[in-house]
T-cell receptor
Framework: GNSVTQMEGPVTLSEEAFLTINCTYT??????LFWYVQYPGEGLQLLLK?????DKGSNKGFEATYRKETTSFHLEKGSVQVSDSAVYFC????????????FGKGTKLTVNP | DAGVTQSPTHLIKTRGQQVTLRCSPK?????VSWYQQALGQGPQFIFQ???????QRGNFPDRFSGHQFPNYSSELNVNALLLGDSALYLC??????????????FGSGTQLSVL
């Protein structure tokens, strides 16, 4: 079936540290992949996406590369800021006539000054 | 330009009761999807409405039902509430029906607590 597995949190980093949040997926074919971010008290916001193999999505210093060989879409940022503190969700779009987003459980990131 | 708005923001109900949650999509959008986000979990797809019809449905029981109005706003109804229905309910809007889930805009959600 369709699923997304994310690195379990919470993750606590110091400002300017390097961030990696692992994400792997199970799906039919090559679905579009997404990272969403949820700040406290807010809805989900699309952070970045990739629609085909080897695509790199990027936004606000975050990057993720679609790796079909390893069915992964790991999120990275070279230097995190306190304002990056949020919950991050990896997701993929199902295919085959029933298009919906399938989310991972989320990873809470806290960045300390 | 208002984004996706949901009401109420918080709601407390008791087991067995019924609840209605409301969503107004982003201006210009005609498709509304509903997601349930339990504490510590990712959102799970409930259903999607387009052209006033339910187009897709996730693995939720018939106690969960919805409606879309001619102005594209939507309601989510849950009957016979269970403790396990306690969650954040997210509404997301997009344009054009099935193929547009890549451009979803989410609301801030309604936090439902069932006691």
């Amino acid at each position: 079936g369709n699923s997304v597995t994310q690195m379990e949190g919470p993750v606590t980093l110091s400002e300017e540290a390097f961030l990696t949040i692992n994400c792997t997926y199970t799906a039919t074919g090559y679905p579009s992949l997404f990272w969403y971010v949820q700040y406290p008290g807010e809805g989900l916001q699309l952070l970045l996406k990739a629609t085909k193999a080897d695509d790199k999505g990027s936004n606000k210093g975050f990057e993720a590369t679609y790796r079909k060989e390893t069915t992964s879409f790991h999120l990275e940022k070279g230097s995190v800021q306190v304002s990056d503190s949020a919950v991050y969700f990896c997701a993929h779009l199902t295919q085959g006539g029933s298009e919906k987003l399938v989310f991972g459980k989320g990873t809470k990131l806290t960045v300390n000054p | 330009d208002a984004g996706v708005t949901q009401s109420p923001t918080h709601l407390i109900k008791t087991r067995g009761q019924q609840v209605t949650l409301r969503c107004s999509p982003k201006s210009g959008h005609d498709t509304v999807s509903w997601y349930q986000q339990a504490l510590g979990q990712g959102p799970q797809f409930i259903f999607q409405y387009y052209e006033e019809e339910e187009r897709q449905r996730g693995n939720f029981p018939d106690r969960f039902s919805g409606h879309q109005f001619p102005n594209y706003s939507s309601e989510l109804n849950v009957n016979a509430l269970l403790l396990g229905d306690s969650a954040l309910y997210l509404c997301a809007s997009s344009l054009g029906g099935l193929s547009t889930n890549e451009k979803l805009f989410f609301g801030s959600g309604t936090q439902l607590s069932v006691l």
